[in-house]
Structure formats: C-alpha cells, structure tokens
C-alpha cells in the first residue's frame, strides 16, 4: 500500500517560520490585553483603604496613572450640612483613629501617670480657653491664623474681629492665649477630662509645600527673610552672614526633610513638625477633628455644635496666598526631587496619613512626575 506523502509546503522552512511569528504575535497580544485589564484594575483600586495594609515599597511599585481629584475622600461632602450625618460621620471617624492608634502601636505607652506627665509637657500648641471649656491645638499651616483670631475673639480680646494683620494676630495670641502644657500637671489633666478637644489637620505634602512656599521660597513672605537665611544655613550646613540673600530650593527642603539623621535635632521647627507629634491625637482623644480640605463646615460644626458658639464665619476668608493644595502646583514641585526622597518623606509622615484618612499621595508619583526624570 502506497503511503500518502503530505504537501511539501507543510515543511517548508519559511512556512514554518512563519507560522512562529504568527503564534508568537499571537500571544503578546493576549499578554496586552491581559496586562491591560489588570492596570485598569489596580487603577480603580488604587484609592482604596487596602493602602495601608501594604508596605511603602509595595505603594511605590503600584503602576502610575493620571491623577484623580487630591481631595476625592474629603473635600466639601454636601451631606455635611446634614447635623446627624455629620455627628455620625465624626463618631465613625474618631473610632477608626482609635483602632489606627492601636495599630500603629500609639497608644499603650500613654497607659501611666508618668507617662501623661511627659505628654502633657509637649502639649505646647494646645490653647486653653476657660470660659468655653475648650482645648484647642493649632498646627502651623492648618488655618493657624484664623483659628487664633477665632480663640481670642472667644476670649474677648478687643480689635481682633476685623484684623488680617497675621503677625498682630500671633503678638496677641502668645500675650492672651495661655497652652495646657504652662499648666500644673493635676490642673492639665482636669481640662483634658473635661473640655472640650478640638483640632484641624491637612494633607501632610500639602502643609510641607504651604510651610516652603512661605517660609523658605523667594517670592514667599518678606517678614520670612531671616528665617529663610537661618533654616536654609542649616539645610545646607553652610554658614551664611547676617543680611545676606539666600536661595533655598524645594530640593533643599525636601532632601532635608528626608535625612533620618536630622530626626535626631532636638528642635524641629512647627511649620514642619509632624501633626501627631504636635497634637498627640492618641493620648488626647480629641472630641473633633476638623480638615483644612473642609475649613468652612468643619469650622462651623466645631464653633456651633462643639464650642457652642455663634462667632460670625466672615471672618473665615482665606489669609493663605500660596495656592498649595493646587495638584498641578503640587506635581510641579514634587518632581524636582527624587523617587527615593518622595519615598523617604512618606515614612516621616506616614502616621498623619493613616491616622486622619488621608490617601496614599499619588500625586507625587504620577506620570508627570516620571516624566520628568526621563
């Protein structure tokens, strides 16, 4: 029986070579759309709580993609003008603090008396205001400004209902306003038992850019000259003479910022200073917790539901000039300095993050800022 020779072509080596690349194109197209679906995944999740359980390594290596709004979570919620989702909403949110204090293993080392003496003596930025049985803790860069003005007009310090002037407004606070930590021990704990705990915090890379673009930057404010040529000395550990010019750039500051040996300097100045390290929100339980991203309904809810008081919020036009919670302004900044930097800010400040629900800053790792270290 004869035996059925198959077609040549079949063996062909250029059939055959061809038929490789057809298979083989075959496949990195379906890796594409494979790869593809996931990035378009990782995308949509990248907002999610599940950040905080991941490593900083981990939140680095997530794929980069445009930026959403800085502020999706918690910027100007309609549903705030609603009293009862309001108090709920703060309810929900100083519970979660509590558990994010315990994670972050916050609040076991604030279980003595000893120990509450040590914390009550860095309570330094909490004002005290007897008369609304009210502590308040200001954080430069947070609405300070305002929120002093609002303090001493609690206290009834004349001419301050109309002033802008900021450094009269600081003059007077440090002459009227007195902090828990002057007082006696015994006495401080009886006010934090029993006034009322208020506090507004800010998106920590945002409150880093509002302090440089002030403090530190040129074109900030003029009265900050000294503070600039001082600061920017040691930024750059160099000596610089009294009255001269000096230029310190946001790679200065950041890189600064980023060294783990300056975490050793007694003095760390409050522009800067971490929000837990000035407010202690897990030894202090803090009746509520306002966001800058929110100032004029959380300011509101803090005066009429928790101080009490009816001040008029006209007074609560913005005093702040440097634009620093603009995204685009953000992104510019941020990508003059390194991937490792921006890596290395986040642990410094990865506690404000997590414990007042801020989102992991993708905006300083975009696609803007790639591009421009190609």
Excluded at 284 to 296: C, R, W
């Amino acid at each position: 029986m004869a035996v059925r020779r198959l077609p040549y072509f079949l063996f062909s080596k250029r059939t055959l070579f061809n038929l490789i690349i057809i298979v083989g194109v075959g496949t990195f197209l379906l890796s594409v759309f494979s790869m593809t679906d996931i990035l378009v995944l990782s995308r949509k999740n990248r907002y999610s709580s599940a950040t905080t359980k991941m490593s900083i390594e981990e939140l680095f290596m997530k794929p980069n993609a445009k930026p959403v709004s800085l502020y999706k979570a918690t910027t100007n919620d309609p549903t705030d003008d609603d009293p009862e989702v309001k108090e709920k909403k703060v309810a929900e949110f100083n519970n979660r603090l509590s558990e994010k204090c315990e994670k972050l293993d916050m609040t076991s080392q604030y279980n003595s008396s000893l120990a509450m003496q040590k914390v009550v003596r860095k309570l330094q930025h909490i004002f005290v205001v007897d008369d609304y049985k009210l502590l308040f803790c200001y954080v430069p860069k947070v609405a300070c400004t305002n929120w002093k003005r609002l303090l001493l007009i609690l206290k009834g310090v004349p001419n301050m209902t109309n002033t802008k002037d900021h450094m009269q407004i600081h003059i007077s606070a440090d002459a009227n306003l007195r902090t828990l930590s002057s007082f006696p021990f015994e006495q401080a704990m009886f006010r934090l038992q029993n006034y009322t705990k208020v506090m507004f915090v800010r998106e920590p890379f945002t409150r880093l850019l509002s302090a440089y673009r002030d403090k530190l930057e040129k074109t900030g404010r003029i009265d900050s000259s000294r503070f600039r040529r001082d600061w920017g000395a040691r930024m750059k550990n160099i000596h610089v003479p009294a009255g001269t010019e000096f230029d310190v750039t946001f790679y200065d500051f950041a890189s600064y910022l980023a060294d783990p040996k300056n975490l050793l300097n007694k003095y760390e100045d409050e522009h800067w200073s971490p929000i837990f390290s000035l407010c202690q929100p897990c030894a202090v339980k803090y009746d509520f917790i306002g966001k800058m991203e929110n100032l004029q309904r959380d300011t509101l809810y803090a005066l009429t539901k928790v101080v009490q008081s009816n001040i008029d919020l006209k007074l609560l036009n913005s005093t702040n000039f440097t634009n620093s919670s603009d995204v685009k302004l953000l992104q510019k900044y941020f990508s003059l300095i390194p991937v490792q930097t921006v890596r290395d800010l986040y642990k410094k400040y990865r506690p404000d993050f997590e414990l007042f629900d801020y989102p992991f800053p993708w905006f300083a790792i975009d696609d803007f800022y790639f591009s421009q270290k190609k």
